[in-house]
DNA sequence: GTCTATATGCTGATAGAC
DNA sequence: GTCTATCAGCATATAGAC
C-alpha cells in the first residue's frame, strides 16, 4: 500500500473516531509514521484528504450495481424477479449481509461514522449523508417491494412504507450495535427477529 | 436566565452542530456576550460544561415519566388499558408529538445531535445515546404492545418485534429530517404514513 | 463577575536541506 | 519523499485589576 493510501487509510479511522476536527493532521502522520509535514507532499491540506475519502467511496458505491450497498444485491433482485419468489431464510441471510456489511465492511463502517458525525456542520456532507443511507436504500427497495407485491409474493398495498418498514429495523439496529464494545451476534440475532416478524407481517 | 444559563444554553446550540471539538471556549463566550476567561467564573473548565449538559437532559429525561421521551406519554398507555383502546388517529397524533420533541424541542433536539456528533470518542456518551434513544425507548413500547395485543387491539406473536417496527420508522424519520434545510412537513407526512400502515397490519 | 494580560502548547501549513 | 526548522494563529486555562 503507497504512503498516499497508508494516509487515506489511516485519516478515515481516525476521522470516523475523533471527528475531522478531533483528529491533527500530526495525528494522521504519526499513525502512518512519518512526520506531518511529509504529509503535505501528499496533500495540499487536511481537507483534501477528506475529500478524498468522500470521492473514493463514491467511486466504491459505484461500483456496485445499486446504492443498497451490497456488493451482490442483484441476487434479491433476480430471485424477487425469477420464478420461484424468495424464501424467508433467503432475505434474513440477505439482510444479515446488508447488515455486516455497512456495520464492518474495512471502508464502509467507517466511513458512515465518518458522516454520521460530520453531517451537522456542512449541509454537502449532510446531502450525501442521506441520500446512500436513506433515499437510495428506500427508492431501490420501494421498486424491489412493488415486484415482488405484484408477484403475489408478498401482500402489501404500499411499496415504500414496506420497504421502510424492512429498512427502518436495519437503520435502528446498524446504529444500535455500532458502538466500541456492543456485541454484534447480538445484533445479527436481533435482526433475524425483525426480519421474520416482517415475513410473517406480509406474507400471503 | 443566569449568565451560567446562557452559556449552558450556547454551548448546546455550538456543540451540536459543530461538535464538542469543533467548538472553543471563545465561540461559546462570544455567543453569550462575554470574555472567554469570564467564562472560567461560572465553569471550570470547557468538559464541565459538557458534563453539565448531559447532567440537566438526564434530569429532563427523568422528569418524565417515562424515557419514551414524550412530555405526555401517559395518555397512550391510557388509553391502551382503558376500556375503548387508543384509535388509529390518535396513534398518529403520538407518534407525530415524539417525532416533534425529539427533533424540535429546544432542549431535547439540540441534545440528540450532540449526542450522535458525540458517541465515538467516548463509551459513556455511546451508552447514554443508546440507552436513551433504543433501549429505553423500546423496552417501554414492549411493555406496552404487549399490553395491547393482550386486550385484543392489536393482533401480534411478538410484542418486541412490534415495538421495533413502531419504533424504528421514527427513529429513521428523525435522523432523514434532522438536516439544515430539511423540509418537517414531509417528515410528518412520511411518518404518519408509516403509523397508518403500522395499524394496517397489526389491527384485528 | 467582568475585564486585560499572559502562559503554554497545539494547530495547519511552508521553506529548504538531503 | 522524507526530514528539521519555523511560522502565525488559535486553543485551554490562569492571574490579578476593577
Redesign the interface.
Known amino acids: 500500500m503507497s504512503t498516499k493510501e497508508q494516509i487515506v487509510e489511516e485519516a478515515l479511522t481516525l476521522f ?7 483528529t491533527s493532521v500530526k495525528n494522521i502522520a504519526e499513525a502512518v509514521g512519518i512526520k506531518d509535514s511529509s504529509l503535505y507532499k501528499h496533500f495540499k491540506s487536511k481537507k483534501e484528504i477528506f475529500e478524498t475519502i468522500v470521492e473514493e467511496m463514491a467511486r466504491r458505491m459505484e461500483a456496485m450495481s445499486h446504492t443498497f450497498g451490497l456488493p451482490d444485491d442483484t441476487s434479491m433482485e433476480e430471485a424477487a424477479l425469477a420464478y420461484g419468489g424468495i424464501t424467508e431464510n433467503e432475505l434474513v441471510v440477505l439482510s444479515k449481509k446488508v447488515f455486516l456489511f455497512y456495520l464492518q465492511d474495512p471502508f464502509a463502517g467507517r466511513f458512515r ?1 465518518m458522516l ?2 460530520e ?3 456542512d ?1 454537502e456532507i ?2 450525501v449523508y ?1 441520500k446512500i443511507y ?1 433515499e437510495d436504500s428506500i427508492r431501490y427497495q420501494t421498486v424491489l417491494f412493488g415486484d415482488m407485491i405484484r408477484q403475489g409474493i408478498f401482500s402489501g ?2 411499496a ?3 420497504a ?2 424492512f ?3 436495519i ?2 439496529l446498524l ?2 450495535y ?5 456485541n454484534v451476534e447480538d445484533g445479527l440475532e ?1 435482526l433475524e ?2 426480519v ?3 415475513v ?3 406474507q400471503k
Open positions: 470516523s473516531s475523533r471527528g475531522y476536527q478531533g461514522r454520521t458525525i453531517q451537522y456542520r449541509k449532510a446531502a442521506r436513506m398495498t404500499d415504500r412504507a414496506m421502510v418498514n429498512y427502518a429495523p437503520f435502528f446504529n444500535k455500532d458502538g466500541g464494545d456492543s436481533e427477529r425483525q421474520r416478524e416482517f410473517r407481517i406480509y
